[in-house]
C-alpha cells in the first residue's frame, strides 16, 4: 500500500495541513510518498469513527489522504491535488481528488474524483412508515444531491475543465459518497429491521449506484484500509 504526505514550503504531514483555505492547498500542494499511519494517528481516527458522541465526518477527512489508491481502484502515476473543498455553484462539495492515472490502453489521462462525506455516526437508511420497505436516509439522499449537482456544474464548466487540465469531461466524475458504518444500515431497530434495511439498500445498490457507478463506502472501509499491519481494529 502506497501512502502520500503534502509538501507545501517545508515538509508537513497531511494531517496537519488540512485547515488551510482550499485556495491555498491549490496554489501550494503536492505530494511524495510516505509511510502508513503510526499506530497512535491509526488510534485517533478509529476513535472518530466509532464514537457516537459527535457527527466526526470533518475531523475524518483528512485521513482520506493515505487512501487515495483505494479511492481511485488504482495507484496514481501522479497524484495532482488532494482538495476538502471545491467551490461551485451549487455550494461546497466535501472532497476532491485530481490524479494521472494510466488509462486501460495504457497513456495517461488526467481525471478529477468527486466524493461527499457523511458522518460515521450516519445511518444509510430509515424506516419508509407504512409500508415493509426501507428508504435511504436523509443523509444519504443530501449527498446523493450534492454529488450529481457538483459533478454537473464541473462538467459544464470550462474555466474548472481548463484549471485543472482536463481534456474529457467524462473524466470528472462522481466517484461516491463515504457514510455510516458496516452492517449498521438504520439507527436501532431488530437484527429483523437491520436486515431489511440491508435488503432494501441492496435493490438501490443494484438499480441506481451500479448503473451510475456511484461507489458508497463505510468508514469502515477506509479503517480497513488505512489500519497498520499486524494492528487489530475495534470497529464491528
Known amino acids: ?3 502520500w504526505k503534502a509538501v507545501i514550503r517545508d515538509t508537513h504531514p497531511w494531517l496537519k495541513f488540512w485547515k488551510l483555505p482550499s485556495s491555498e492547498l491549490f496554489q501550494s ?5 510516505t509511510m502508513p499511519l503510526s499506530p497512535s494517528e491509526f488510534a485517533e481516527f478509529e476513535g472518530l469513527v466509532l464514537t457516537e ?3 466526526t465526518e470533518t475531523r475524518c477527512a483528512p485521513y482520506l489522504g493515505g487512501a487515495t489508491d483505494f479511492l481511485l481502484r ?5 497524484l495532482i491535488t488532494l482538495a476538502p473543498e471545491n467551490r461551485s455553484f451549487f455550494g461546497r462539495s466535501d472532497y476532491m481528488v485530481v490524479a494521472d492515472l494510466r488509462s486501460e490502453t495504457g497513456p495517461i489521462e488526467r481525471v478529477v474524483e468527486f466524493w461527499e462525506l457523511k458522518a460515521p455516526q450516519s445511518p444509510l437508511m430509515e424506516y419508509d412508515q407504512g409500508a415493509s420497505r426501507f428508504r435511504p436516509s436523509k443523509e444519504l439522499v443530501k449527498a446523493e444531491s450534492q ?3 457538483y459533478v454537473h ?3 459544464n464548466s470550462g474555466n474548472f475543465a481548463q484549471r485543472h487540465e482536463v481534456r474529457y469531461p467524462s473524466k470528472i466524475k462522481a466517484a461516491g459518497i463515504i457514510i455510516g458504518r458496516d452492517r449498521r444500515y438504520m439507527h436501532g431497530g431488530t437484527e429483523t429491521q437491520q436486515a431489511d434495511a440491508a435488503h432494501s439498500f441492496q435493490i ?3 438499480a441506481i449506484y451500479q448503473v451510475c457507478q456511484i461507489r458508497i463506502l463505510t468508514w469502515d472501509r ?3 484500509f488505512l489500519k497498520p499491519e499486524d494492528q487489530p481494529t475495534s470497529a464491528s
Open 1 to 3: 500500500m502506497r501512502m
Open 29 to 33: 500542494l503536492s505530494f511524495e510518498k
Open 53 to 55: 458522541e459527535a457527527q
Open 74 to 78: 488504482q495507484t496514481p502515476y501522479k
Open 147 to 149: 454529488l450529481i449537482h
Open 153 to 155: 456544474d464541473a462538467r
Open 204 to 206: 438501490r445498490m443494484e
Open 222 to 224: 477506509i479503517l480497513n
